[in-house]
Protein backbone atom coordinates (compact mmCIF):
# COMPACT_ATOMS: atom_id res chain seq x y z
CA UNK A 1 0.00 0.00 0.00
CA UNK A 2 1.39 3.10 -1.18
CA UNK A 3 0.20 6.50 0.78
CA UNK A 4 1.56 9.75 -0.62
CA UNK A 5 -2.16 11.95 0.11
CA UNK A 6 -2.57 14.27 2.97
CA UNK A 7 -5.39 16.87 3.97
CA UNK A 8 -4.63 19.79 5.79
CA UNK A 9 -7.65 21.08 7.21
CA UNK A 10 -7.50 24.99 7.59
CA UNK A 11 -11.11 26.89 7.48
CA UNK A 12 -10.95 27.56 10.83
CA UNK A 13 -11.54 31.46 11.63
CA UNK A 14 -8.46 31.63 14.45
CA UNK A 15 -10.67 33.41 17.05
CA UNK A 16 -8.57 32.50 19.86
CA UNK A 17 -6.03 35.06 18.28
CA UNK A 18 -8.07 37.68 17.36
CA UNK A 19 -7.48 40.76 16.43
CA UNK A 20 -4.30 39.31 14.85
CA UNK A 21 -6.24 36.66 12.89
CA UNK A 22 -9.03 38.95 11.90
CA UNK A 23 -7.37 39.56 7.86
CA UNK A 24 -4.48 36.82 8.74
CA UNK A 25 -4.69 33.32 8.33
CA UNK A 26 -3.91 31.65 12.33
CA UNK A 27 -1.90 29.45 10.03
CA UNK A 28 -0.22 31.83 8.50
CA UNK A 29 1.39 33.40 11.67
CA UNK A 30 4.88 33.03 12.18
CA UNK A 31 7.14 30.65 14.24
CA UNK A 32 10.17 31.89 14.42
CA UNK A 33 10.53 33.37 10.82
CA UNK A 34 8.24 30.56 8.60
CA UNK A 35 4.30 30.30 9.00
CA UNK A 36 2.99 27.56 11.32
CA UNK A 37 1.45 25.69 8.21
CA UNK A 38 4.54 25.41 6.60
CA UNK A 39 6.12 23.07 9.35
CA UNK A 40 3.01 20.96 8.79
CA UNK A 41 4.10 20.71 5.26
CA UNK A 42 6.98 19.82 5.51
CA UNK A 43 6.68 17.19 8.31
CA UNK A 44 3.98 15.41 5.02
CA UNK A 45 6.85 15.70 2.79
CA UNK A 46 9.30 14.14 4.82
CA UNK A 47 7.18 11.37 5.43
CA UNK A 48 6.93 11.16 1.63
CA UNK A 49 3.00 12.32 1.49
CA UNK A 50 3.86 14.72 -1.39
CA UNK A 51 -0.10 15.63 -2.44
CA UNK A 52 -0.97 17.66 0.04
CA UNK A 53 -4.74 18.80 -0.24
CA UNK A 54 -5.91 21.72 1.96
CA UNK A 55 -9.20 22.63 2.83
CA UNK A 56 -9.77 26.35 3.50
CA UNK A 57 -12.32 28.71 3.47
CA UNK A 58 -13.01 32.66 2.82
CA UNK A 59 -10.43 34.70 3.93
CA UNK A 60 -7.23 32.47 3.38
CA UNK A 61 -6.15 33.04 0.04
CA UNK A 62 -2.69 33.97 1.19
CA UNK A 63 -2.13 29.94 2.05
CA UNK A 64 -2.24 29.55 -1.58
CA UNK A 65 -0.19 32.68 -2.27
CA UNK A 66 2.77 31.00 0.46
CA UNK A 67 3.03 28.05 -1.64
CA UNK A 68 3.28 29.73 -5.15
CA UNK A 69 5.76 31.14 -6.54
CA UNK A 70 6.74 34.69 -6.22
CA UNK A 71 8.44 35.33 -10.11
CA UNK A 72 9.08 38.54 -9.35
CA UNK A 73 10.55 38.29 -5.37
CA UNK A 74 13.02 35.70 -6.52
CA UNK A 75 14.23 37.61 -9.59
CA UNK A 76 15.29 40.63 -7.40
CA UNK A 77 16.95 38.54 -4.87
CA UNK A 78 18.65 36.42 -7.86
CA UNK A 79 19.67 39.73 -8.99
CA UNK A 80 21.08 40.73 -5.19
CA UNK A 81 22.93 37.34 -5.14
CA UNK A 82 21.19 36.52 -1.97
CA UNK A 83 21.18 32.74 -2.20
CA UNK A 84 20.16 32.55 1.40
CA UNK A 85 16.62 34.14 1.15
CA UNK A 86 15.94 32.85 -2.62
CA UNK A 87 16.28 29.12 -1.37
CA UNK A 88 14.18 30.07 1.53
CA UNK A 89 11.24 31.82 -0.70
CA UNK A 90 11.99 29.01 -2.91
CA UNK A 91 10.84 26.12 -0.32
CA UNK A 92 7.63 26.36 0.30
CA UNK A 93 6.74 26.23 -3.53
CA UNK A 94 8.61 22.99 -3.94
CA UNK A 95 7.72 20.99 -1.16
CA UNK A 96 4.97 18.89 -2.42
CA UNK A 97 2.11 18.56 -5.16
CA UNK A 98 -0.10 21.08 -3.18
CA UNK A 99 -4.32 21.59 -4.28
CA UNK A 100 -6.69 23.77 -2.57
CA UNK A 101 -10.43 22.94 -2.19
CA UNK A 102 -12.59 25.77 0.14
CA UNK A 103 -14.97 23.97 2.99
CA UNK A 104 -17.46 27.06 2.56
CA UNK A 105 -19.62 27.00 5.79
CA UNK A 106 -17.40 26.00 8.69
CA UNK A 107 -19.39 22.05 9.80
CA UNK A 108 -16.62 20.60 11.86
CA UNK A 109 -13.25 18.29 11.43
CA UNK A 110 -15.41 15.33 9.74
CA UNK A 111 -16.93 18.19 7.39
CA UNK A 112 -13.48 19.56 6.29
CA UNK A 113 -12.63 15.52 6.03
CA UNK A 114 -15.76 14.49 3.75
CA UNK A 115 -14.20 17.51 1.53
CA UNK A 116 -10.98 16.02 0.60
CA UNK A 117 -12.93 12.80 -0.96
CA UNK A 118 -12.90 13.45 -4.32
CA UNK A 119 -9.33 14.12 -4.44
CA UNK A 120 -8.58 11.12 -2.61
CA UNK A 121 -10.40 8.67 -4.00
CA UNK A 122 -10.06 4.92 -2.71
CA UNK A 123 -6.44 5.96 -0.97
CA UNK A 124 -6.12 5.52 2.48
CA UNK A 125 -4.31 8.98 3.28
CA UNK A 126 -2.94 10.94 6.22
CA UNK A 127 -4.79 13.83 7.79
CA UNK A 128 -2.89 17.02 9.73
CA UNK A 129 -4.35 19.41 11.75
CA UNK A 130 -2.38 22.99 11.33
CA UNK A 131 -2.16 24.31 14.87
CA UNK A 132 -0.72 20.91 16.27
CA UNK A 133 3.59 20.85 14.95
CA UNK A 134 5.41 17.72 15.52
CA UNK A 135 8.74 18.44 16.02
CA UNK A 136 11.27 17.28 13.08
CA UNK A 137 13.53 15.28 15.46
CA UNK A 138 10.32 13.53 16.72
CA UNK A 139 8.54 12.35 13.66
CA UNK A 140 5.42 10.32 14.30
CA UNK A 141 3.73 9.79 10.52
CA UNK A 142 5.85 7.24 9.30
CA UNK A 143 5.49 4.87 12.24
CA UNK A 144 1.79 5.40 11.89
CA UNK A 145 2.22 4.68 8.09
CA UNK A 146 3.29 1.79 8.71
CA UNK A 147 0.75 0.78 11.05
CA UNK A 148 -1.71 1.47 8.78
CA UNK A 149 0.18 -0.87 5.48
CA UNK A 150 0.34 -3.83 8.19
CA UNK A 151 -3.14 -3.48 9.30
CA UNK A 152 -5.51 -1.85 6.20
CA UNK A 153 -7.00 0.09 8.93
CA UNK A 154 -6.89 4.15 10.10
CA UNK A 155 -4.36 5.27 12.91
CA UNK A 156 -4.80 8.02 15.10
CA UNK A 157 -1.70 9.45 17.33
CA UNK A 158 -2.42 9.35 20.71
CA UNK A 159 -0.91 11.52 23.64
CA UNK A 160 -0.87 10.62 27.39
CA UNK A 161 -2.30 13.63 29.46
CA UNK A 162 -3.57 14.81 32.65
CA UNK A 163 -6.67 13.15 33.36
CA UNK A 164 -7.74 16.48 34.52
CA UNK A 165 -7.21 17.99 31.11
CA UNK A 166 -9.67 14.78 28.92
CA UNK A 167 -11.99 16.84 27.79
CA UNK A 168 -9.82 19.55 25.70
CA UNK A 169 -9.60 15.97 23.31
CA UNK A 170 -10.85 12.96 21.91
CA UNK A 171 -9.97 10.28 24.04
CA UNK A 172 -9.65 6.76 23.46
CA UNK A 173 -10.54 3.00 24.74
CA UNK A 174 -7.62 1.20 23.83
CA UNK A 175 -6.06 -2.58 24.07
CA UNK A 176 -2.89 -4.17 22.95
CA UNK A 177 -2.17 -5.10 19.40
CA UNK A 178 0.15 -7.69 19.68
CA UNK A 179 -0.91 -8.83 16.05
CA UNK A 180 0.64 -5.26 14.76
CA UNK A 181 4.50 -6.14 15.44
CA UNK A 182 7.32 -3.95 16.44
CA UNK A 183 7.46 -0.95 14.22
CA UNK A 184 10.78 1.06 14.50
CA UNK A 185 11.25 3.77 17.19
CA UNK A 186 7.95 2.78 18.77
CA UNK A 187 8.64 1.49 22.03
CA UNK A 188 6.80 -1.19 22.88
CA UNK A 189 3.40 -0.75 23.77
CA UNK A 190 2.85 1.54 22.20
CA UNK A 191 1.33 0.75 19.68
CA UNK A 192 -2.63 -0.34 20.67
CA UNK A 193 -5.73 -1.33 19.23
CA UNK A 194 -8.61 1.43 19.51
CA UNK A 195 -11.89 0.52 20.95
CA UNK A 196 -13.69 3.56 20.82
CA UNK A 197 -13.69 7.26 20.95
CA UNK A 198 -15.55 10.03 23.26
CA UNK A 199 -15.22 13.59 21.95
CA UNK A 200 -14.30 16.02 25.04
CA UNK A 201 -15.87 13.73 27.59
CA UNK A 202 -15.60 14.84 31.69
CA UNK A 203 -12.89 13.68 33.37
CA UNK A 204 -14.81 11.09 35.10
CA UNK A 205 -16.39 9.53 31.54
CA UNK A 206 -12.65 9.09 29.99
CA UNK A 207 -11.93 5.62 29.01
CA UNK A 208 -8.22 6.79 29.71
CA UNK A 209 -5.46 9.66 29.73
CA UNK A 210 -4.89 8.93 26.04
CA UNK A 211 -5.88 11.88 24.00
CA UNK A 212 -6.27 12.14 20.29
CA UNK A 213 -3.48 14.77 18.83
CA UNK A 214 -3.68 15.95 15.47
CA UNK A 215 -2.37 13.37 13.17
CA UNK A 216 -4.42 10.42 11.43
CA UNK A 217 -3.78 7.85 8.74
CA UNK A 218 -7.27 7.04 7.62
CA UNK A 219 -9.20 4.21 5.36
CA UNK A 220 -11.09 5.71 2.78
CA UNK A 221 -13.99 4.09 4.46
CA UNK A 222 -14.27 7.37 6.49
CA UNK A 223 -16.01 8.87 3.67
CA UNK A 224 -19.27 6.80 3.90
CA UNK A 225 -19.23 6.79 7.69
CA UNK A 226 -18.82 10.63 7.64
CA UNK A 227 -21.91 11.49 4.82
CA UNK A 228 -23.84 9.53 7.28
CA UNK A 229 -22.64 10.88 10.27
CA UNK A 230 -25.05 13.25 12.17
CA UNK A 231 -23.29 16.58 13.75
CA UNK A 232 -22.68 15.73 17.32
CA UNK A 233 -20.88 17.88 19.92
CA UNK A 234 -21.34 21.24 19.04
CA UNK A 235 -23.68 20.74 16.34
CA UNK A 236 -20.88 19.83 14.12
CA UNK A 237 -20.03 16.79 12.27
CA UNK A 238 -16.93 15.27 14.33
CA UNK A 239 -14.23 13.19 13.02
CA UNK A 240 -13.94 11.23 16.21
CA UNK A 241 -17.42 10.06 15.79
CA UNK A 242 -16.64 8.78 12.63
CA UNK A 243 -13.38 6.65 14.08
CA UNK A 244 -15.65 5.13 16.85
CA UNK A 245 -18.01 3.61 13.97
CA UNK A 246 -14.48 2.43 12.06
CA UNK A 247 -13.70 0.85 15.32
CA UNK A 248 -16.45 -1.52 15.33
CA UNK A 249 -16.35 -2.11 11.55
CA UNK A 250 -14.74 -5.27 9.90
CA UNK A 251 -11.42 -5.01 8.44
CA UNK A 252 -12.62 -6.18 5.05
CA UNK A 253 -15.06 -3.29 5.02
CA UNK A 254 -12.25 -0.94 6.04
CA UNK A 255 -12.95 -0.79 9.81
CA UNK A 256 -10.62 -1.60 12.19
CA UNK A 257 -8.53 1.78 14.64
CA UNK A 258 -4.65 1.40 15.97
CA UNK A 259 -3.12 4.34 17.86
CA UNK A 260 0.75 5.17 17.87
CA UNK A 261 1.27 6.74 21.36
CA UNK A 262 3.39 9.83 20.75
CA UNK A 263 6.19 10.43 23.62
CA UNK A 264 8.22 13.01 21.21
CA UNK A 265 8.33 17.16 21.16
CA UNK A 266 5.28 18.72 19.91
CA UNK A 267 4.01 22.38 19.80
CA UNK A 268 0.30 23.25 20.24
CA UNK A 269 0.09 27.02 17.82
CA UNK A 270 -3.35 27.11 18.42
CA UNK A 271 -3.19 28.64 21.82
CA UNK A 272 -1.37 31.91 22.77
CA UNK A 273 0.64 30.75 25.43
CA UNK A 274 1.55 27.87 23.51
CA UNK A 275 2.47 29.54 20.66
CA UNK A 276 4.77 32.04 22.25
CA UNK A 277 6.29 28.81 23.89
CA UNK A 278 6.58 27.49 21.02
CA UNK A 279 8.12 30.47 19.08
CA UNK A 280 10.75 30.55 22.38
CA UNK A 281 11.76 26.80 21.73
CA UNK A 282 12.54 26.47 18.41
CA UNK A 283 14.13 29.85 18.28
CA UNK A 284 16.32 28.68 21.18
CA UNK A 285 17.60 25.28 19.83
CA UNK A 286 18.18 26.99 16.05
CA UNK A 287 21.96 27.10 15.27
CA UNK A 288 21.45 30.78 13.77
CA UNK A 289 19.53 32.27 16.42
CA UNK A 290 20.16 30.48 19.59
CA UNK A 291 23.34 31.39 20.76
CA UNK A 292 22.33 34.69 20.99
CA UNK A 293 18.93 34.26 22.00
CA UNK A 294 19.37 31.94 24.88
CA UNK A 295 22.57 34.25 26.33
CA UNK A 296 19.38 37.11 26.34
CA UNK A 297 16.99 34.89 28.00
CA UNK A 298 19.30 33.94 30.25
CA UNK A 299 20.39 37.85 31.12
CA UNK A 300 16.41 38.48 30.84
CA UNK A 301 14.44 36.01 32.96
CA UNK A 302 16.32 36.91 36.21
CA UNK A 303 15.09 40.37 35.68
CA UNK A 304 11.19 38.57 35.94
CA UNK A 305 11.55 38.53 39.64
CA UNK A 306 12.98 41.65 40.08
Known sequence: MEITKAVIPAAGLGTRFLPATKSTPK?????????AIQYVVEEAAAAGLDDVLFITGRSKRSLEDH???????????????????????????ALADIHFVRQGEPMGLGHAVLRAKNHVGDHTFAV?????????????????????????????????????????????????????????????GDIVGVKGLVEKPAPE?????????????????????LERTAPGRGGEIQLTDALAELA???????????????????????????????????????DDLGPDFRDWLRGYVPTLDA
Open 128 to 188: LLGDDLIDERDPVLPAMIEVARRTGGSVVALLEVDPAQVSLYGCAAVEPAPQVGTVDGVPE
Open 27 to 35: EMLPVVDKP
Open 205 to 225: DAPSNLAVIGRYVLNPAVFEV
Open 248 to 286: TMPAEQGGGVYGVVFRGRRYDTGDKLDYLKAVVRLASER
Open 67 to 93: FDGVPELEANLEAKGDAGRLAAVRESS
